[in-house]
T-cell receptor, first 112, second 111 residues
Framework: NAGVTQTPKFQVLKTGQSMTLQCAQDMNHEYMSWYRQDPGMGLRLIHYSVGAGITDQGEVPNGYNVSRSTTEDFPLRLLSAAPSQTSVYFC???????????FGPGTRLTVL | RKEVEQDPGPFNVPEGATVAFNCTYSNSASQSFFWYRQDCRKEPKLLMSVYSSGNEDGRFTAQLNRASQYISLLIRDSKLSDSATYLCVVNLGGGYQKVTFGTGTKLQVIP
């Protein structure tokens, strides 16, 4: 199993550009989520999904969209990039509400 | 009060030392607890789950104190390879969004 994969690993955007961060898992996990990690802030939940076709907002959803058309994939879209979105983005999945999360390797995004 | 609080450290300890971290949580309804390890610029990885009865994995021991609402991680015989940031994770259950991460405690093991 590849586990949780994310692409790209690094990305530089200009303010106002849009892009999609890809996330896929091959463990048949129902739950998937996107986090951003900033120095001194810890991991903050952006959006999450409890199954295909079901998504909801987390703690810091503004400026991001998600969709979950399949169990495997959970892309994160930045609508109009801003410097405040410079961060490391992690995708995670888990099999149930109380279980451990498995993280992807992260995407390091810089918005100029 | 933050939902999950950790001392950010850094904890600088010599090789072979024993070091302990605590993590406090604010919601008494929290259901499950974990310690994750995060190396610099890498993703968090599960170190161990924390059970009410406590659990041990080699040099690592995790304990839960529901009455005082904290979990602890004890590392014995510290190795250089233990240098990392340790994240406390608390899961309220009953709703996916209620997984809360602490900001982490940084450990540096020195020769």
């Amino acid at each position: 199993n590849a586990g949780v994969t994310q692409t790209p690993k690094f990305q530089v955007l200009k303010t106002g550009q849009s892009m999609t961060l890809q996330c896929a898992q091959d463990m048949n996990h129902e739950y998937m989520s996107w986090y951003r990690q900033d120095p001194g802030m810890g991991l903050r939940l952006i959006h999450y999904s409890v199954g295909a076709g079901i998504t909801d907002q987390g703690e810091v959803p503004n400026g991001y969209n998600v969709s979950r058309s399949t169990t495997e994939d959970f892309p994160l879209r930045l609508l109009s990039a801003a410097p405040s979105q410079t961060s490391v983005y992690f995708c995670a999945s888990r099999s149930g509400g109380y279980n451990e999360q498995f993280f992807g390797p992260g995407t390091r995004l810089t918005v100029l | 009060r933050k939902e999950v609080e950790q001392d950010p450290g850094p904890f600088n300890v010599p090789e072979g030392a024993t070091v302990a971290f605590n993590c406090t949580y604010s919601n008494s309804a929290s259901q499950s607890f974990f310690w994750y390890r995060q190396d610099c610029r890498k993703e968090p990885k599960l170190l161990m789950s924390v059970y009410s009865s406590g659990n041990e994995d080699g040099r690592f021991t995790a304990q839960l104190n529901r009455a005082s609402q904290y979990i602890s991680l004890l590392i014995r015989d510290s190795k250089l390879s233990d240098s990392a940031t340790y994240l406390c994770v608390v899961n309220l259950g009953g709703g996916y969004q209620k997984v809360t991460f602490g900001t982490g405690t940084k450990l540096q093991v020195i020769p």
